[in-house]
Every structure is written in structure tokens, then in C-alpha cells.
Nanobody
């Protein structure tokens, strides 16, 4: 399994960025999650999506501002981030976990097994 993030960068507060996660090597159904971590803070699961049924999940901190979407044909998951705030500054990671056989609405934002290398997002005030 390989996960490669792209799309990070520097943006002013109020601006937008789109992160992408290219996934490969799966031979099972999976959920993809976006996580972030900044120095001195715990890693936070912010948005997750199931490849099986498109179930999505958002942390309260990003709800209404971030949108996760998937293109199963391209094995890509995107995270559109709008109305960015300085506190959104962090390293963003995508991660994957297997969806249990027969499970529905499975898109937890915790306990993921496979991780990308991360991409930095910096929001200036």
C-alpha cells in the first residue's frame, strides 16, 4: 500500500487549498482519512471517507469548511480546504484502513494502518 499526498503550501487566512492523496496497492476495500499534526499538539483526524459507500466524517474543527471527496477510478482522495485559518497550519497526512467485510458507513477518523509522508500547510494571518 502506498499513499502520496500533494497540494500543500502557503496560503493567506481566508484562502483555500486542495490536498490530494494518491492511493495504490490495495487489494481490499478501504477508508481514507486526512489527519494533521502541528508541533506540540496531538495528531487530529479531520476528515475521512469510505471507498465502499462514500460515507464521510468530519471533525468539528473543520466541519463546514473542508470537503473530502474520492475518485475511485483514479484511486485519489481530495480534501478541499476553504476559509483557512492560521490554526489550520500543520503537516497533513493521508492514511488508510481496511473496511471490514460487509461493513457500511465505515469512515472512522482513528486507528489507521497505512500512512503517507505528509504535506505541509501553512496559513498566514
Amino acid at each position: 500500500v502506498q499513499l502520496v499526498e500533494s497540494g500543500g503550501g502557503l496560503v493567506q487566512a481566508g484562502g483555500s487549498l486542495r490536498l490530494s492523496c494518491a492511493a495504490s496497492g490495495f487489494n481490499f476495500d478501504y477508508a481514507i482519512g486526512w489527519f494533521r499534526q502541528s508541533p506540540g499538539k496531538e495528531r487530529e483526524g479531520i476528515s475521512c471517507i469510505s471507498s465502499v459507500d462514500g460515507t464521510t466524517n468530519y471533525a468539528d474543527s473543520v466541519k463546514g469548511r473542508f470537503t473530502i471527496s474520492s475518485d475511485n477510478a483514479k484511486n485519489t482522495v481530495s480534501l478541499l480546504m476553504t476559509s483557512l485559518k492560521p490554526e489550520d497550519t500543520a503537516t497533513y497526512y493521508c492514511a488508510a484502513v481496511e473496511v471490514p467485510t460487509g461493513a457500511t458507513n465505515f469512515a472512522p477518523c482513528k486507528d489507521y494502518d497505512y500512512w503517507g509522508q505528509g504535506t505541509q500547510v501553512t496559513v498566514s494571518s
